[in-house]
């Protein structure tokens, strides 16, 4: 079976059913039992589109198959980001990536770096030149896909907190 990354509203009903499945999965990691109906429904009530639409975003959602098993995001931030050396700055436009996610039954098929090449390539298009992200210190696969895929720890852009205690970034070539 092969994937397919495209773009996609974030209020469609597949978009909307994979966002659950990820506000569920990582509430529960992050409280150590299962997230209740009601507390994945007020993660969704709280999670706007936050410009993931062009001209300052795209949500796409990957298909294994042909069935929905994959999202993700990307912005472009408003702000000057400041990185280490080897991640220049001057000049260039940062997107961050939000709410990648992989379903349990479609990891370990491609679908991660599907997903990233897609939303790197939708970066390039709206001008960014590198890509950075938070994550947390538990949510182990997601921290290994990013390595896999090119990215490496940067210092902290935005403020740390319950949900971001790692940061990672990544050059954008052409």
Known sequence: M??????????????????????AEVASRYWHRPATEAETDAGLADDPPDGL???TGEFVVGRYGGEAAACGGLRLLAREFEGPADLPTTGLLTAELTRVYVTPAARGTG???????????AARRLGARRIVLDTRLDLVEARGL??????????AYGEPGPYSEIWYGKQLTD
Do not use: D
């Open 146 to 155: 990013y390595g896999k895929h090119g990215y490496g720890e940067i210092p």
């Open 111 to 121: 679908g991660g770096g599907a997903l990233l090449a897609a939303l790197e390539a």
């Open 53 to 55: 639409v062009p001209p």
């Open 2 to 23: 092969n994937w397919s990354v495209r773009p996609e509203s974030f209020a469609t009903p597949e978009a909307t059913r994979l966002r659950r499945a990820y506000y």
